[in-house]
């Protein structure tokens, strides 16, 4: 697989994505020793609910993300409703009201992207559910750095666009079903 070690993940979805979300998010330990950042695209003009919905669910602390914070293992943070999320050099996370990216803020590929850079082969990018080619780019830029990239089959996927565009972006990306990305996820903390 990946021979440098995990040390953050990044996940993608839109259509679909709660469910799919609520599939592996809730099955994570709560000591999973990496922070995971979540865009999973809402509607602008509603307040998020899904850190509140995902908390009462899982083990992990879950949160939206806020400008300029630290991320810490075992926390997952949602992007916030019509901002994109980036990662800093540092670690830090950042939110940008820049223009729609994929006609989608926050966007997949803007997460990706600058995760990549911030954690280079330390990266595992996730690709789920999705009627749109947002993170098709961002995952191909996690596997460039050398980062561990992930496709939720398409063929058992709520909505296919997203996936497949993802694997014609990054065809060497390894293709789960939502059984084996929770079990591969899981794994993580056994390490």
Do not use: W
């Not at 995971?36 to 509140?52: F, G």
């Not at 991320?71 to 980036?86: E, I, K, N, Q």
């Not at 990549?116 to 750095?145: C, F, H, M, P, S």
């Amino acid at each position: 697989m990946n021979p440098v070690p995990a040390r953050a993940i990044v996940i993608g979805a839109s259509a679909g994505g709660v469910q799919a979300l609520l599939t592996i998010l809730p099955a994570l330990p709560a000591d999973l020793p990496l922070p995971i950042m979540v865009v999973l695209h809402v509607p602008a003009d509603r307040s998020n609910v899904l850190a509140p919905l995902f908390a009462s669910k899982c083990a992990l602390i879950v949160k939206e993300a806020e400008d300029k914070e630290p991320t810490r293992p075992g926390v997952v943070y949602f992007a916030p409703s019509d901002y994109h999320l980036l990662v800093e050099a540092d670690g830090a996370l950042a939110l940008s009201s820049d223009e729609p990216v994929n006609y989608s803020r926050p966007s997949i590929d803007v997460l990706f992207e600058s995760a990549a850079d911030a954690y280079g082969a330390g990266l595992i990018g996730l690709v789920l559910t999705g009627a749109n080619a947002d993170g098709a780019a961002g995952l191909k830029a996690v596997a460039d750095a050398g980062g561990l990239a992930l496709v939720e089959d398409p063929t058992s996927a709520y909505a296919r666009p997203m996936p497949e565009a993802a694997l014609r972006a990054c065809p060497a990306a390894q293709v789960m079903s939502l059984p084996r990305i929770e079990e591969f996820l899981k794994g993580l903390g056994q390490a």
